[in-house]
């Protein structure tokens, strides 16, 4: 069964800085592209961040300089440290990863993952 799950999100003030973990199980995904993405409050949910299976990064705008994406294929584990963090940072923010592509850069759309996890809160307090 593959199993997507979040931790790490929290309660910070602006400018502080968390680190979002996604362990994965139930099988490989080092040959998958994966992904973050976050919503807040009355929003659609929005493309943070993706690495594809080689650890090219993507970025949204929103987000560039300040967040970094990273994965650990030994751990099965996806990453994204948060600095200078925001307000308007607040979210539930999930790990995704798109198994219908190998060896395939990632995409930003949500409907091109297969898999999610069930999302950590992070709230980011002025």
């Known amino acids: 069964q593959v199993q997507l799950v979040e931790s790490g999100g929290g309660l910070v003030q602006a400018g502080g800085s968390l680190r979002l973990s996604c362990a994965t199980s139930?099988?490989?995904?080092?040959?998958?592209?994966m992904g973050w993405f976050r919503q807040a409050p009355g929003k659609e949910r929005a493309f943070v961040a993706a690495?594809?299976?080689?650890?090219?990064?993507y970025y949204a705008d929103s987000v560039k300089g300040r967040f970094t994406i990273s994965r650990d294929s030994a751990k099965n584990t996806l990453y994204l440290q948060m600095n200078s963090l925001k307000p308007e940072d607040t979210a539930v923010y999930y790990c995704?990863?798109?198994?219908?592509?190998?060896?395939?850069?990632?995409?930003?759309?949500?409907?091109?993952?297969?898999?999610w996890g069930q999302g950590t809160q992070v709230t980011v307090s002025s």
């Open positions: 995704a990863t798109d198994t219908t592509r190998r060896f395939a850069n990632p995409r930003r759309s949500e409907y091109e993952y297969n898999y």
């Open positions: 690495i594809s299976w080689s650890s090219s990064a």
């Open positions: 139930g099988r490989t995904f080092s040959s998958y592209a």
